[in-house]
């Protein structure tokens, strides 16, 4: 059983910084990812940043340039350095494990509670 925490959301001005941190626990297997996605009100969950499996990172075009991923595998954990933080950030921001199996042929998900950011104009 696989469990997600999320922490580090809160209400910041623009212009400023955020780092959010995801801790996981339990069952995890070696291949893995680790990976931040977001959701404002009314609109669809969406890609903020993630890892490959080949190591490398992918952004969202919205963020890049601005926020960081970052992973300390041997604690499972993952953060993401948000700067430059506009309004248009303000979202509830999910950490998602990814779990392989069968050789990376199939994989399932897990999700943390999520951790509100607010950003005010």
């Known amino acids: 059983q696989v469990q997600l925490v999320e922490s580090g959301g809160g209400l910041v001005q623009a212009g400023g910084s955020l780092r959010l941190s995801c801790a996981a626990s339990?069952?995890?297997?070696?291949?893995?990812?680790m990976n931040w996605y977001r959701q404002a009100p009314g609109k669809q969950r969406e890609l903020v940043a993630a890892?490959?499996?080949?190591?490398?990172?992918v952004y969202a075009n919205s963020v890049k340039g601005r926020f960081t991923i970052s992973r300390a595998s041997a604690k499972n954990t993952v953060y993401l350095q948000m700067n430059s933080l506009k309004p248009e950030d303000t979202a509830v921001y999910y950490c998602?494990?990814?779990?392989?199996?069968?050789?990376?042929?199939?994989?399932?998900?897990?999700w943390g509670q999520g951790t509100q950011v607010t950003v005010s104009s």
């Open positions: 998602n494990l990814r779990l392989y199996r069968s050789g990376g042929a199939f994989w399932n998900d897990y």
């Open positions: 339990g069952s995890i297997s070696s291949i893995n990812t």
């Open positions: 890892f490959t499996r080949a190591g490398n990172t």
